[in-house]
């Protein structure tokens, strides 16, 4: 089993910054992606922001050049900078990591999820 604890969530007005943090703990042998998603009320959940252990990244067109997904293999740790925020960024966000455990059995996990909410 994997533990995900998130944390960095908050209330910012339209154009500020906040900085996500996911952190993997338990048993992990590897862990080959990382990534953010995010659900809106009364929408389904969609793919931010994905992070592979050769550190390629893949991002939802709408963040673009406002979010930078990192991850530090240390810590087995994942970061979401989210600069320019916008109302319409206003979600619950969720990390999710795909490990692979010392039995070398893969699977996802989720975290608890953390609100974002940008005011205008």
């Known amino acids: 089993q994997v533990q995900l604890v998130e944390s960095g969530g908050g209330l910012v007005q339209a154009g500020g910054s906040l900085k996500l943090s996911c952190a993997a703990s338990g048993d992990i042998f590897s862990i080959p992606a990382m990534g953010w998603y995010r659900q809106a009320p009364g929408k389904t959940r969609e793919v931010v922001a994905i992070?592979?252990?050769?550190?390629?990244?893949n991002y939802l067109d709408s963040v673009k050049g406002r979010f930078t997904i990192s991850r530090d293999n240390t810590k087995n740790t994942v970061y979401l900078q989210m600069n320019s925020l916008k109302p319409e960024d206003t979600a619950v966000y969720y990390c999710?990591?795909?490990?692979?455990?010392?039995?070398?059995?893969?699977?996802?996990?989720w975290g608890q999820g953390t609100q974002v909410t940008v005011s205008s």
């Open positions: 992070v592979t252990s050769v550190a390629s990244t």
């Open positions: 999710n990591v795909q490990a692979v455990g010392r039995s070398y059995s893969s699977r996802g996990y």
